[in-house]
Nanobody, 126 residues
Framework: QLQLVESGGGQVQPGGSLRLSCVIS????????MAWFRQGPGEEREGISC????????TYADSVKGRFTISRDNAKNTVYLQMNSLKPEDTAVYYC???????????????????WGQGTQVTVSS
């Protein structure tokens, strides 16, 4: 059974850091492009970062570029999102997702990703 499980969310003050993890099972992480999306209250789901299967290509939305870093450890079946210099506007539910075919593109579309986790809440507030 294919499964993606996010963890690492929580509440943090502006300027703080969090590291999200996405542990996958039911498929081989090595062969798949993976991404992180987020959805704030009343907003559409936004693709914020993507990493190709070989780990050599990564993309970031302008809103997180320079602050967030995506990485993967295929041996641990885990994808990470290191989030630094967090801002209140980063408050959202964060989801990891699998793209079964294809590589990262500058604009991440939810329709290109076929499997999703349940999400983890990140709240940035003082």
């Amino acid at each position: 059974q294919l499964q993606l499980v996010e963890s690492g969310g929580g509440q943090v003050q502006p300027g703080g850091s969090l590291r999200l993890s996405c542990v996958i099972s039911g498929f081989t992480l090595t062969y798949n492009t993976m991404a992180w999306f987020r959805q704030g209250p009343g907003e559409e789901r936004e693709g914020i970062s993507c990493i190709n299967a070989d780990g050599n290509g990564r993309t970031y939305a302008d809103s997180v570029k320079g602050r967030f870093t995506i990485s993967r450890d295929n041996a641990k079946n885990t994808v990470y999102l290191q989030m630094n210099s967090l801002k209140p506007e980063d408050t959202a539910v964060y989801y990891c997702a699998r793209r079964r075919f294809g590589r990262c593109e500058p604009l991440l579309r939810t329709a290109d990703f076929d499997s999703w986790g349940q999400g983890t809440q990140v709240t940035v507030s003082s």
